[in-house]
Every structure is written in structure tokens, then in C-alpha cells.
């Protein structure tokens, strides 16, 4: 508990006012936030369940028949070949591939139930499954926007800015995707550029794109670089993730499919997530969605597990619905709140990871974007998912990564980090003592059970105006977001770089020159 | 299932464009917002446990040794007189009370586990308890608040107004309490005025306040007139409900006192809920407030069993926590979210209907008061709350009634009633041959199973504004607060009293006139 409530006044202090405070006049310390060290909050709810056991076997058995009688293309003639090879159904000149459940059940059972993914920090090394939860923030947005500059399109200072953030906040416990996508950065050494920032701007795990297999090994090479592993070491150790995302319905593409094959082969973590859109890529019934979902899921995983079995996978899901006025993905709705329980039953019936989101379709950092964000993540936190990406930060969909939006969002997530904590039950905390003292008509307020206390008792939140409605008038009536705009730059000046041993960091600048100097990848994906 | 598409289009429509829809061209359609018939949402998930059975009863039993050692303060001598002759513990000349726990178990056992409340219109019959679940709105709010004319005292029209919202929309299930207090009426006369707005301007179950007994009567008389009863079909039927808050720590003052005679005596419903906020009236920890909340509780609970076996009652549950800093309430914090949760189990151990509430300590419509009202209702809805007061239109802590809010919070209530609808996992639901039609690569937007359910599939949002970020921005980049600004006027407009048989009406109006013709009530509470 590091609640200080002097720290919390600091906030408020303008600059000018806090030299003291200020190592060497340079700039804000890290104080300037009160939170609490790294650590992966638990599941101590139990999960709560949308579905009966025999309403679970029937979408079970429905992407079941999907993946038996339909079957799915895959894009990808190596793929097929070792499909082929494990037993399933590949017609001759045909991308169709089907599976018979035995063989799925026996593939995905091969699976990790729960797994570690190795930081460079070990402190931050991220447990994958049982009652662990990682929150990742905002991923793959093409814009950055904030109340200064507005929305543009994503940017190399953007992008690093969104890591020293990720970074600076305990409560972000990995990485999984560029915040926003750095276009001013050419295509064929993006990921180079973007990957050896992740290594060394932030010391926790990681995420590399899987847009052909040249960038997966490229961003395998870094990762393990920053672990200061051996090749031998590295193939055995998980220390980074991709997502897979299937072209639904039942497609799994060719980038997909070699990211897939690379990441399985290196024993690294690959999160398989149908991006199932009730009423567009998938039925418009919730149900008819999950049943997509779950089968490409499925086929993504037990594939993994052809390439190597036991390669560690997690279960996606991001079934939603669509704006059936516009066909634009909607989030935080109630489709996606049950879409999210059922998930999580799913990948619980198979001993699998779950992996769901904290997302909002809001434009702007207002109530809507609150009211979505917090639905988003009250079917995750309830249905039980591992890792929740896209919790801080996300805007609009995903179109854009608002950086006010991550400050408000790290409210929401210390929250329910805090939500997440044992009540403390004891005889002090029952306090028959301080009751006893004040005695009816009294105020706890000046009592020794209180003043011993007071300063770790509340979680403190970072955006939260308590300020009477008087004060707040005269203030200038600022809002949630007005006041995130002033915190995200100062979460900024307080961010300090992780320590980085220099030969480690010599190695991946000698990397990243020599493949941009082969060219980098190609930009044909 | 009622959403419709033209329908929903039309709420962006300038009045004058809509002319064909109006009702003898007067006023806009009570069809311009997409609702559902009313109807009480009900529990489908399981409640979360925040402590276990061993530490729920070490709660049990701390708040029974406060009853048995401590003792609460009865400040009404009728009060004592029927606690003494329960046998309780009442010393001579004190106010103080003390209960032992086989006293309080045998009383609280008397109160009912579920039971109905009676509305004048008889769809609107209110269920409390079992998996039923009710939403009120904001209440006793000194200030109403919207964008157009700012923050000001309560007055008649604005109470009028809020009523109006709370009738028009069907997810309010009942008014418990003035949404804002009319300071503009005579304290004197201000119960009958509105007490009689409750009974004329809406059709759904209503509170009264407990501010001395002749309130308490008055306002029972109305109702009892309202719904066509005579007086010994009254006492026998719950049809109005007070809320009795003790004024912690360990006091229960004179009007709440006669309030709880009163209302048990006829039958009717008392809410009881010691407002516990830990740090000030109640110990800076949550198992201590807690604690207290329990042990006064259940004293009101069982002192209205001792003047009427088997009055309905309702367990409330209010702890919450204090900003430190300024010593003003906090709301929707995880303290809040926690308390909610052991409160619900304390209310199921003793066999009695829960009642929690949707707030926040927010300034204005903006990403905080989302965030706070949605944490407050995951803890009310997941902590199997039946009965959820201030769910529409709480600001500041309950220092305001706004009209935006209580938009902007519908649309959150409408979204818990759709998350709390049992999913269809129908053979049709689950869309094998949807799936097998398109296959690979193909959309399903225009298949025969979209096009069948596309206007039902999804709820319709009344605030979220999902329009991409060009359009959005050309539009003036509203926040959800313009547009709730917007709508709730709308409302008002789609507004139709409720019908009222005329000769009641009269006999209202009769009442009233003769009561205020004797001076209404004391003002002296």
C-alpha cells in the first residue's frame, strides 16, 4: 500500500512549487502517482456463467460439426501439409481443411494450462492462466489523438510516448501490440524500429506482429537478445507473444499461419482470436458468433500444437456486435459482456488461457467511453480472463489511442486491481474496539483506529475530482478528460527509462542495423 | 423486443422533419426512444462472495456483540417502551438499547424473504426480493442540474420533471423518493404536493419520507386512495415504502422511529439503511463499517417486527468510504464495490431483500461519473441487489439530480437489463447452416438469418453515439452530456401522464386541500 496523501497533493501543486521535490530541478519524480508495485491482480470472484453445461456442449458440438462438415481454408500450403500429415481432411487442390473432434480434443488438450512468459525484468515476468490477470494496454491503433493536438495519424514520437506510459504504470503488465502504429516509419524496418523500442523503452513482456514469418523471427531475435538467452535457451522459454487474428469467417491467412508455425516452433506464445463481428463476419446471433468463434479458435490452437505440441497458446475472444445502422463494431455492449462470459467457459472447458478485452466505441474520453470501457471489462473480469488487452487507451473501435483515455483508464483498472484484494476480515479490522469508543452520536474521524490507518485505507484514484461542486465551478468545470490531459504529461516527465545492460543493448542496435541494412522484411504482406 | 432502426433514426431528426409522426401534430410519440414493456430485470448469475462463510460470520458476530455490549440509541420513548416490553435491554432513563443476537435472530426471522408491493397501475406491481430485480432513480437531491440553466436549488418544476423521466421511461420500476427536494414548496405542505405528484404524475410504486409521523400518515393515505383500497385492505397490502436511515454510529432518531411504527402498524414497506461511510460516521475499515451497518440494520429490522411480525423490510446496505483528503463521500470506489458485495451476503443470511444504489461523487457528466456509477451497480448487480436506489441521475454524491445524468445512466440500466437476459442458445441461435451458407471469406450482413433478426438482434443504445470520427467531428464533436442534453428533453416531450380514474383524482385533490387547510405537518423535524 503506498497511498501517501501528501504525494496526492503534489498532483495538484503547480510545478514551480515543488523544486524540493524534483531530483537535481530536472524533473517530476516518480512519486508524483501513487500506486502500487507490480503485480498481477487475481481472480478471488468466481466466474460467472452466461450459459448452462448443456447449453456450453451445444456450442461446443456446433463448431465442432463447423470444423468436421465445413471446415476451414487455411491460406497456407505448409500448413496444410503438416495438417494433412496429423490426420486431417485436406482436399487436393483444395485450402479446405477439416478436423474430426476426436482429433481437435486431442490436439488442444496438448495445450499448457498455464504458463510464465519471461520478462527481461524479471519482476515483471507475466504469469499466463489460473487465477493471474495481465492488463495490456491499447494496441494496433492507426491514430493517436489528445485535447492538444487532436487526432493523427500514428507517429514514431506517439508510439514511444505510449511506451514510457505503459511503462510508467504498474498496473499495465505487458505489451501486446504497438499502441499505435508508428506510419511515419517505413514498412520493411518498422517492426525492427518498433520491437528494439519495446525492448528497451519497457522492461515487461511483449508482443511482435505476426505480418510475415521474417518479422517474427526478427522480433524473436530482439526479444531474446533483451532476455540474454542462448538460441537453445530461448526455443524453451516463452518470452513473447503474438496475436493470431482469423480472417472469419474460417480463415486463417498466410501471415497468420506463418506467425503461428514460427511462434510455435520457438515455444513462444501465440493468442489465437477470431475477430467474430455478430451481423458481419459472423451470425447475428451471439450464440451463432461464439459458434464461429470457437471453431477458429480451435483450429488456430490445435494447429499450434501440430507444430509443436504443448506450444503455449492462449484462447481469444472478441465476439461483439455490429451498429446494425452503420455495420461498425460496437464494444462494451451487452452482446459483448455475454459474449465474453461464454468465452471464458469455453476456454475453461478446454484448460486453456483467456484472453478478452477492455474496448469502447466512444469517441471522445466521456461518459460513453467510460460506460463501454467499464462493460467491456466487467464481462472480463467476470468471465474470468487472463489477460485483458486493450485497457487502457483504446478509442473509437480501435481507430484511434487517446492518451488522456490511458490515464483515465488506469483509473478504472487500479480499481478493480483494488476490487480484487481480500477484504481484510480481522478482529482489528471489525474494529468492536473503535466502535465501542466512539459510541453512538461520536465521528471516527480523530480515533486512533482511524489515524493509524487512514493514509493506506482508500485506494486513491488518479482521476476522480472530489472537490466540492463550488470549488470545482471555480476551477473551470474540468472534466475527467481535461484533467487526464494535465496527468498524462506529467506521467510523461516522471517516466524514467529501465535500467539496460549496455552490451545487451549494443547487441540489439548491431541487430536492428545489419537487417535494415539486408533490407529489413518485405512489404508485400 | 422493440428496437427499431427508422425508429431510432428518427431521435436525430429536427421536430420539424417530423411531423407525420406527431400525434395530432401536439407533441413527439412516447416511440422516439426504443425501450422495452416494463419489466423487473432478474438475477441469472450466481452472487459474488468477497469474504468467505467464516468471515461473514465473524461480521455476524462482531455486529451482535455491538447490539449485546454497545447498544444503539433509540431516541423515541414509544420506541423503548415497545423494546422493553420484547425484552430487550433498556436501562432506566438512557436512550440505550441492547439486543442479545437470540432476540434479534428471532425477530429478523419474522420479516418476510420476498414479497410484492402494489402499484396503482398493476403492471407496475413491484417485486422485492428473489432474483427480482428494481431500479429507482435519483433521489433527494437539494440541487437539479442540467446545461442549460446550470446548478440550482430544487424546485417544483424540476421535481415535476424528473418524475415525468422516471414514469416515461419502463426501467424505472419504482420512485423511491423526491428525485430532487422542491425547496421552493412550504415544508409544511411540501409532502402533500408531492406525494400527490408521485400519485398522479407516475403509476409505479412510490416512497414517502419518514420526517415525522403525519407525514408518514399523510402520505400513506394517498397511496391507500391512489390505489382504491379501503383501510383495512391497506394495512393488509404493501403499497408504499420509506427508506429509515440511522444516524450512524448507533442512533435512530425520533421521526425515523415513529417512521418505522408507522409504517410497520399499516403493513408497508421500510427500507433500512445506516449510511456507514468508513472513515467519518463508521470505522476506516471496511469490515468495521460494515459491522456497524450490520448492527444497525438489524436492529431497525427487528424493532419493525416487534411492532408488526412479518412488516416487509428491506436490508440497505450505503457503506461506503470517505475522500481523506476532504472528508466528503466517496462513491463507486472498490471499498464501495466490496461492501456491496458482503452486504448482499449479510442480507441473504438473514433470509432478507438487499438493497444497494448506482452512484458517484462526480461533478458532472463526464468519464468519472460513468466510471463511478457502473462500478457502483457491478457491486449492486453482482451482489444480487433487489432493490438499486439513486440508479438514474446522481451527481455529487447525491448533492445533485441531473437531468443529462439520468439519460446518460438509462442507457447504463437499459444495457445491466439486456446483460441480465438469459442467452438464446436455440439450435436456430446457434446458426450451423448460417455458417455452412456463407462459408469461408463470405459476410453475413445479407443473409436470409441477418436480414430475419437484425432489428431484434442487438440492444439499442441510447446515448452511445457510434458514428465514425469524421461525422462525429462535422457534427461538433458532441460527448454523451450533449446528447443526453438533448434526449432528455425529447423525453419530456414524449411525456403522457398516466391514466387516472377522475374520481380518485378528486378525492386526491380533496385531501389534500383539507390537509394543507389544517396546516400540513410540523416543520420542526
Known sequence: MTV??????????????????????????????????????????????????????????????VLEEIGIDFLHEEARDLLRAAGADVAPGSERVRMDRAMVAELVAMAPTEFTIRARNRAHDLHVGGDAIAFSCVASAPNA?????????????????????????????????????????HASVRHLDCVADLARLTDKVFHIYSLGRERNLDGMEIARIANGLSEAEFVNTPCVATVINSSSPLRLDTPMLQGLIEMAKAGQVSIVTPFTLAGAMAPVTVAG????????????????????PGAPVVYGGFTSNVDMRSGAPAFGTPEYMKAALVSGQLARRYNLPFRSSGVCAANTVDYQAALETTLSEWGAINGGAHIIKHAAGWLEGGLSAGFEKFITDIDLLQKIAEYLTPLDVSEDALALDAIRDVGPAGHFFGTQHTQDRYKDAFY??????????ETWEEAGSPTAHDKANRLYKKALEAYEPPALDPAVDEEITAFVERRKAEGGAPTDF
Request: charge should be neutral; include cysteine; charged fraction near 30%.
Open 289 to 308: 458468433a461464439l459458434t464461429l468463434q470457437n471453431a477458429e479458435a480451435l483450429a488456430g490452437i490445435a494447429f499450434a500444437q501440430i507444430v509443436r
Open 145 to 185: 489523438v489528445d485535447q492538444d493536438k487532436g487526432r493523427r495519424p500514428g507517429n514514431q514520437e506517439d508510439y514511444r510516448n505510449f511506451l514510457k506510459l505503459a511503462q510508467f504504470f504498474n498496473i499495465i503488465h505487458c505489451v501486446m501490440g504497438y499502441p499505435v502504429e508508428p506510419v511515419d516509419l
Open 460 to 469: 486513491a484514484p488518479i482521476v476522480s475530482d472530489w472537490r466540492n461542486f
Open 4 to 65: 501517501d496523501t501528501d504525494v496526492l497533493l503534489m498532483a495538484e501543486t503547480p510545478p514551480a512549487r515543488r523544486g524540493r521535490r524534483r531530483r537535481g530541478g530536472e524533473k517530476a519524480g516518480p512519486d508524483l502517482f501513487p500506486q502500487k508495485p507490480f503485480r498481477q491482480p487475481r481472480h478471488i470472484y468466481k466466474p460467472l456463467e452466461a450459459v448452462s453445461a448443456d447449453e456450453l456442449e451445444a456450442i461446443h458440438d456446433a463448431s465442432m460439426r
